[in-house]
T-cell receptor, first 113, second 112 residues
Framework: SAVISQKPSRDICQRGTSLTIQCQVD?????MFWYRQQPGQSLTLIAT?????????ESGFVIDKFPISRPNLTFSTLTVSNMSPEDSSIYLC??????????FGPGTRLLVL | DAKTTQPTSMDCAEGRAANLPCNHS???????VYWYRQIHSQGPQYIIH???NNETNEMASLIITEDRKSSTLILPHATLRDTAVYYC?????????????FGQGTTLQVKP
């Protein structure tokens, strides 16, 4: 199984600013994903982080708001841009081989004031 | 949209088996059934998955009906630490990108 870490674990930010969240996997994985979990809600998929190409976004999510990088098979970043209080959520990444079980990081808890 | 239906909440006595049902009546032949759980304030934890046959590991057993339209996750001896939200997810097999579509899950409360 893959072990996934995220930085930061939590942050408090001012509206209008941006935050970049890092996701590190302890082994090379084919697939990496980013999810958002709003307070009291289930997880919603934001995008697939593609290595060496632009991320694939789900309906309702756009690159200008959530730019994603994936420079190699073990690392990805998600930026939450021009934040508003509605962006207060837990952001989670997952990773795993193609066609196999995906494992999740511990999440980044973001509060926007 | 999620392709599964689960009860919103369930209770279980500590030490007893917890049986969590999931309906996935529109599942197709190459789709797997995955179970994850999320303990408060943590990332989802993988539990088990299966295609057709029943599966067992150190955490749980997964029973899939013959028509594959429903399944049951069994925690054989529930403890207080098993209190969590349990998610049943159907995910593509042969064209599996790995992305998971979460429903609302079942909140399992294990009571002393």
């Amino acid at each position: 199984s893959a072990v996934i870490s995220q930085k930061p674990s939590r942050d408090i930010c001012q509206r209008g600013t941006s935050l970049t969240i890092q996701c590190q996997v302890d082994s090379q994985v084919t697939m990496m994903f980013w999810y958002r979990q709003q307070p009291g809600q289930s997880l919603t998929l934001i995008a697939t982080a593609n290595q060496g190409s632009e991320a694939t976004y789900e309906s309702g999510f756009v690159i200008d708001k959530f730019p994603i990088s994936r420079p190699n098979l073990t690392f990805s970043t998600l930026t939450v841009s021009n934040m508003s209080p509605e962006d207060s959520s837990i952001y989670l990444c997952s990773g795993g081989p193609w066609g196999e079980t995906q494992y999740f990081g511990p999440g980044t808890r973001l509060l926007v004031l | 949209d999620a392709k599964t239906t689960q009860p919103t909440s369930m209770d279980c006595a500590e030490g007893r088996a917890a049986n969590l049902p999931c309906n996935h009546s529109t599942i197709s032949g190459n789709e797997y059934v995955y179970w994850y759980r999320q303990i408060h304030s943590q990332g989802p934890q993988y539990i088990i998955h299966g295609l057709k046959n029943n599966e067992t590991n150190e955490m749980a057993s997964l029973i899939i009906t013959e028509d594959r339209k429903s399944s049951t996750l069994i925690l054989p001896h529930a403890t207080l630490r098993d209190t969590a939200v349990y998610y049943c997810i159907v995910s593509h097999g042969s064209s599996n990108t790995g992305k998971l579509i979460f429903g609302q899950g079942t909140t399992l409360q294990v009571k002393p």
